[in-house]
């Protein structure tokens, strides 16, 4: 099939790759735009649940995911305790692959299928126009929460996943490739003499997670992969439907689900009919972009909303104390949570 017209994609994350790639398969000329560069480490749970096999086969990401880790439970600690306060059997597997790896892999399939791939180039004309896809990642915010993670060795787990909860803190471990741990919290914004690992062994300390910074410090820390990212924030508001924007710049769940890698190639998917009806001039633009506006609401509203509500029981530690007891006396929602992700 021919294609008039081409796509331009504003950042090469999951879903701008993964869009790419699907483009490039079906014969649309495909341009991305990255500021950075590949391989490199970026702020991430780095495990992946609610991903359909549908999703997977639709968009081709089988080979692209081979060797990720199969999850299966999940172990819930709060405050500095050293045992578990719950453990949770996830409702399907989740998958552990590190962004290092999964970036690189899907950066390489785009340009081996023939996508133009614009690495280091900032693009700083960001009005939106016909051709236009935004996968620029989260949303500029005022948030006071930093993000920070580390790959650890030597660091055994209690299960596959840990979640662990802190005063104003949470923290995720999970193992990925090649024996290593990744280590991931949000923290609210502290003034802290440190800097590297030694920032985030410092957050844990003083969010009250000392057995877990104990654990830390004992491991081996890979110190290239440590990175941070400032100013966090959760808007689950899709955009206004005059541009397609996809992935974090679409809306950006609380991390603890472990959804927001799922939710890149699902809005992804659900981007990609409409795009190629535009490519081949089969519908106008502003079309599409109420087309998929609507189509991303309907498909992330309701998880949105559900960890949107969950949220703040996982950060602030009077609402901590809710949590504890709920979970005492098993009522506490997270299955409903994980089936809503799907």
Not at 95 to 121: K, P
Not at 218 to 225: F, G, I, K, V
Request: charged share 20%.
């Amino acid at each position: 099939m021919r294609y008039p017209h081409s796509i331009e994609i504003i950042g090469g994350g999951l879903a701008g790759l993964s869009l790419g790639l699907a483009l490039r398969r079906a014969g649309v000329t495909v341009t991305v735009f990255e500021a950075g560069n590949y391989p490199r480490h970026r702020v991430c749970g780095e495990f992946i649940t609610g991903l359909s096999p549908e999703t997977t086969a639709r968009l081709g990401l089988g080979p692209l995911l081979a060797g990720a880790l199969k999850h299966q439970e999940v172990a819930w600690f709060i405050g500095s305790g050293e045992n578990p306060a719950r453990v949770q059997r996830l409702p399907s597997p989740a998958l552990g692959l590190s962004r290092y790896a999964l970036d690189a892999r899907l950066a390489a399939a785009f340009a081996s299928a023939g996508g133009e791939l614009r690495m280091n180039t900032r693009v700083t004309d960001l009005g939106s126009r016909a051709g236009r896809v935004f996968a620029t990642g989260r949303r500029r915010s005022r948030s006071p929460w930093l993000g920070l993670k580390i790959h650890a060795r030597a660091l055994m787990l209690t299960r596959d996943l840990e979640l662990h909860l802190g005063a104003h803190a949470y923290v995720g471990l999970s193992r990925i490739e090649e024996g290593a741990v990744n280590v991931c919290g949000l923290f609210r914004r502290r003034v802290l003499c440190a800097k590297g690992p030694d920032l985030l062994l410092g957050y844990l300390q003083a969010t009250g997670l000392t057995a877990l910074a104990a654990r830390l410090a004992a491991a081996e820390l890979d110190l290239a992969s440590f990175c941070a990212v400032a100013a966090v924030g959760f808007d689950r508001r899709v955009p206004a439907a005059d541009r397609v924007c996809l992935g974090d710049t679409c809306a950006m769940i609380p991390p603890f689900t472990g959804n927001g890698m799922a939710m890149a190639f699902q809005s992804v998917e659900v981007a990609l009919d409409p795009l190629l009806a535009y490519a081949c001039g089969e519908r106008a633009w502003p079309d599409v972009c109420r087309t998929i506006h609507a189509a991303l609401c309907r498909r992330f509203r309701v998880r949105l909303a559900s960890a949107d509500t969950l949220h703040p029981f996982l950060l602030e530690p009077p609402r901590q104390r809710v949590l504890t007891a709920l979970n005492r006396a098993r009522l506490l929602p997270l299955r409903p949570l994980y089936a809503a992700l799907h």
